[in-house]
């Protein structure tokens, strides 16, 4: 038996029925991370000492049978953005690199409370500005399936260490596709919940409006199982819902038969890879065989997307970044610096890099007083547009199915010498984050041997239809089982 194959239902019920201790299984997870990681480089740091200290107790508590959870004793990563208390959070950046946060993010807490067992942070592109995992400050994160190609970002490291196998789940952050993309690309499945149904505090905020915490797992009921366990109210972030968490597991296997699949237009354009295509038109028809019915929508502002998406994402991070300034935490470079202005923009200069730097700016420059009105004011009026969209074609359709990306995952350094050309493959996820709606993307094929991707988009609040299109699909198909061959 390979542990690191195991589902969390599976390792779960191994667990509780003693043929396994949370030791054993989170050492096999630590082995291979040691064995398998160097070639991949999902992790930033692993917390080995803490992984098996929370083994241990995880064990005593499935021995007293006292408080036992679906997670207890379940080893996890999570993204280098969110905080973890006495382990180093860093946002894959210099400006942060030896921060070790005093607190737990809300999310942390609630993981730790159910008995996960931490394995370490992933890696990312750093404060999450990227698509490919390619702008972390230490080194870049290998897709599983392929050395040579991206993992997808930003959560690249997640998404890679879930479909390398080095945790039986893995936390990723969502402000424009972060954890759908990647997981398209590594052909894992992965949630962006509604914005407000997980708290984000402790999460190191890039956009403040967009980002949402979300898990990737082996199928849809793992991811089921672990936003039952993060999600709901926080007193500690008023931007999230006070309405009950559905019981998503439970409901899982209800009937899809004669709900309404909604294939939006402007999804599907010259352009995309012809191996993509194909496999979402399977994915469509194999929908339609488990007694969905199909219709065409149209979601008409998509065209405005992106540059809504990057014009008030640049906004809020240049605001958002303000903070990283040499004097509070952090780096702080002061070396032959004449006052705190000096300090200021020395360690500005040597902790971001380029990709932040160009975000700040083109933010600081939509903020300022001769713009404001024709850039940020417009593209928040725009947001509106393309949330109505979505509610337009939520009033016809209970669920809608669109690609993740365009292509599959491209090579290493394909792109990274054109910034927009990187932004243009964000096009297929950022428009649900300005429209706040939650989205599951899964795999659903392969196109020159690299996974497909496809995203069910929802109505606010309503994950639990996309758990159970996303579980009906995975039960007639075999592409979430697959597993890259790493020598």
């Known amino acids: 038996m390979q542990l690191h194959t195991l589902t969390i239902q599976e390792a779960h019920q191994l667990l509780v029925t003693k043929q396994v201790s949370s030791v054993e299984l989170t050492q096999a997870f630590l082995q291979r991370i040691r064995e398998i990681d160097p070639k991949i480089k999902a992790y930033v740091t692993v917390s080995e000492e803490l992984a098996l200290e929370q083994a241990r107790k995880a064990d005593e508590r499935i021995a007293k049978g006292e408080n036992v959870t679906p997670l207890t004793g379940i080893p996890f990563s999570i993204k280098d953005c969110i905080s973890t208390r006495g382990v180093r959070t860093t946002c894959s950046s ?6 070790i946060p005093q607190y737990n993010a809300t999310v942390t807490d609630k993981l730790a409370q159910a008995g996960a067992v931490l394995l370490g942070k992933t890696n990312m592109d750093e404060f999450g500005m990227g698509s490919s995992c390619e702008n972390s400050a ?14 997808g970002g930003s959560s690249g490291g997640s998404a890679a260490a879930m479909s390398a196998s080095l945790a039986a789940f893995t936390i ?10 990647p997981a398209g690309f590594c052909g ?27 898990p990737m ?21 008023s931007t999230t819902y006070q309405s009950p968490i559905s019981n998503y597991t439970q409901n899982i296997n209800k009937p899809i038969k004669g709900m309404k699949l909604g294939i939006p237009k402007e999804y599907f354009v010259a352009g995309m890879e012809a191996g993509v295509e194909t496999a979402l038109q399977e994915a ?34 240049s605001a958002n970044l303000a903070r990283m300034d040499g004097t509070r935490f952090g780096l702080s470079v002061s070396e032959g610096a004449k006052d705190v202005i000096d300090i200021y923009l020395q360690t500005r200069r040597e902790g971001f890099g380029d990709e932040v730097k160009r975000r700040i700016m083109l933010g600081a420059y939509a903020l300022s007083a001769g713009y ?12 509106t547009l393309l949330r109505r969209d979505f509610e337009a074609a939520f009033s016809k359709v209970d669920i809608l199915l669109a690609p993740t990306s365009p292509t599959t995952a491209f090579k ?33 094929g392969f196109s020159k041997d690299m996974p497909v991707g496809m995203q069910l988009i929802g109505k606010h609040l309503d994950e639990q239809t996309l758990f159970q299109v996303a579980h009906a699909y995975q039960q007639v198909t075999d592409w979430h089982k697959r597993n890259p061959k790493i020598s």
């Open 94 to 99: 210099k400006i942060l690199e030896n921060y």
């Open 138 to 151: 230490f080194f870049n994160t290998h897709n599983p399936w392929n050395l040579d190609h991206v993992p």
């Open 172 to 181: 990723g952050e969502d402000t424009g596709g972060s954890v759908r993309m």
């Open 188 to 214: 894992v499945t992965g949630i962006k919940p509604t914005y407000g149904r997980v708290s984000r505090y402790g999460l190191i905020a890039l956009a403040s409006s967009f980002d949402c915490i979300g």
């Open 217 to 237: 797992t082996r199928d849809a009921c793992d991811c089921a199982t672990v936003l039952e366990h993060i999600a709901g109210h926080d007193p500690l972030d």
């Open 284 to 317: 469509i028809r194999a929908c339609e065989k488990l007694g969905m019915e199909i219709h065409e929508v149209s979601l008409s502002h998509t065209k405005y997307a992106l540059p809504v998406y990057y014009l008030l994402l640049f906004a809020e991070a």
């Open 372 to 383: 404001y009105d024709a850039y940020y004011l417009k593209a928040q009026k725009v947001r």
């Open 412 to 444: 290493l350094g394909e792109k990274t010498s054109n910034p927009l050309e990187m932004y243009l493959s964000d096009i297929y996820v950022v428009a649900t984050n300005p429209a706040g709606v939650p989205a599951i993307a899964l795999p659903c």
